[in-house]
């Protein structure tokens, strides 16, 4: 049974970061492309970014060179590390795994969401 927890979601403000972590269980994050999400009220859920079981990384482009998505080993995480945060990033953030393939950024191509983490920039 896999699950994914979602943790360090936040209030900043703009200019600060933030790191979130996704602790997998039941699940070896290596093994597959895990995704960050996030979704704003009245949007649509939209991909942020994405590595692959290669350790190969993908970004939104308005997220490009501010966040860094990696896989810690010793705790069997995935963070997202997200600096010189904007208004606009303002959003429920979640954790996907079990990517069944096609494009990274679709939320329908993965099986397995965690509860969110909401975070907010001012």
């Known amino acids: 049974h896999v699950q994914l927890v979602e943790s360090g979601g936040g209030s900043v403000q703009a200019g600060g970061s933030l790191r979130l972590s996704c602790a997998a269980s039941?699940?070896?994050?290596?093994?597959?492309?895990v995704g960050w999400f996030r979704q704003a009220p009245g949007n649509d859920r939209e991909g942020v970014a994405s590595?692959?079981?290669?350790?190969?990384?993908r970004y939104l482009d308005s997220v490009q060179g501010r966040f860094t998505i990696g896989i810690d080993n010793a705790k069997k995480t995935v963070y997202l590390q997200m600096n010189s945060l904007k208004p606009e990033d303002t959003a429920m953030h979640y954790c996907?795994?079990?990517?069944?393939?096609?494009?990274?950024?679709?939320?329908?191509?993965?099986?397995?969401w965690g509860q969110g983490t909401q975070v907010t920039v001012s």
């Open positions: 590595v692959g079981g290669d350790d190969s990384a």
């Open positions: 996907a795994s079990k990517y069944t393939g096609g494009s990274w950024y679709r939320a329908a191509n993965f099986d397995v």
């Open positions: 039941g699940y070896d994050i290596n093994s597959n492309c």
